[in-house]
């Protein structure tokens, strides 16, 4: 079992970055969790952004944000993060970091996911 705890959102102007961060607790090695980030704007569906293998050695991002988001990880850290550039009001929502305890790449799908964090706003004001 892994906690995850997202922090690094915030209230952000057109433009703009954000870096967010993902740590989690737990008795089992960091390293040995796929990890992703998804978000979730009002009204709409979780929709998965970024993953990230448990070695850090492979990751990959939805097309829509290609050049403006990268995902990276620290395991000495236990954390994940990711980088938001040239930040955009559609990019407003909450995000949140998971972790799927079978490894691999990481999957875009929610269901796949067995770990949590409760999530971290980041509202982006034009």
């Known amino acids: 079992q892994v906690q995850l705890a997202e922090s690094g959102g915030g209230l952000v102007k057109v433009g703009e970055s954000l870096r967010l961060s993902c740590t989690g607790t737990g008795r089992r090695a960091f390293s040995t969790y796929a990890m992703a980030w998804f978000r979730q704007a009002p009204g709409k569906e979780r929709e998965f952004v970024a993953a990230i293998s448990g070695s850090g050695g492979n990751s990959y991002v939805q097309d829509s944000v290609k050049g403006r988001f990268t995902t990276s990880r620290d395991n000495a850290k236990n954390t994940i993060y990711l980088q938001i550039n040239s930040l955009k009001p559609e990019d407003t929502g909450v995000y949140y970091c998971?972790?799927?305890?079978?490894?691999?790449?990481?999957?875009?799908?929610?269901?796949?996911?067995?770990?949590w964090g409760r999530g971290t706003q980041v509202t982006v004001s034009s």
């Open positions: 998971a972790a799927d305890s079978r490894g691999g790449l990481g999957s875009p799908r929610v269901i796949e996911y067995d770990y």
